[in-house]
């Protein structure tokens, strides 16, 4: 092969060289951008993740809450039905009620401040149906008619010193 000819085959050759870098090139480009759509994804992964165990921690805290509540509370009308004043004296309705409006006001509401059952003019919206209502009634009577035991708020007539029970 004459000079000419091997200067043909190197400009071709570089030239292949040229065509396949470019393709490499476009390659690499579209595999980076590949790459930063998957971590982005990831990312957002990551992020509904946290959020998910966050929600399931809250859940299961709202369920702890709930089972105390409800476990704190069968105590009282087991001592109720046994006439054990004793232990219904150390019954928390306010602590009771701090679980509870929670739990009910679901609307967005401050539910870290109970005005409306502390005597104050912003009373909660609690949403429930007639079965929940005549629950609550019936609770709230049956808490009146045994007066206050240990709360500080609520009771019914038992609530003034004149009026108290005297535990020992």
Known sequence: MDAQGRVIIAIAMALELEA???REKRKKRRMEKVLRAHRVALQEKWSERAMLMRK???MLAEEAAKQNLVDNF???IEAIEKNDSK???NFDEKAMMNTILPLL???GCNSSVNRGFAGGDNVPKIRLD???KADMDAT???INS???CGGDIGGGTNNAPENAQNPG
């Open 146 to 148: 045994h007066g206050s």
């Open 130 to 132: 007639l079965e929940e």
């Open 20 to 22: 396949a870098l470019k």
């Open 140 to 142: 709230v009577a049956m």
């Open 105 to 107: 006001n679901r609307d």
């Open 87 to 89: 232990v219904a004296h």
């Open 74 to 76: 069968m105590v009282f």
């Open 56 to 58: 399931k921690q809250d």
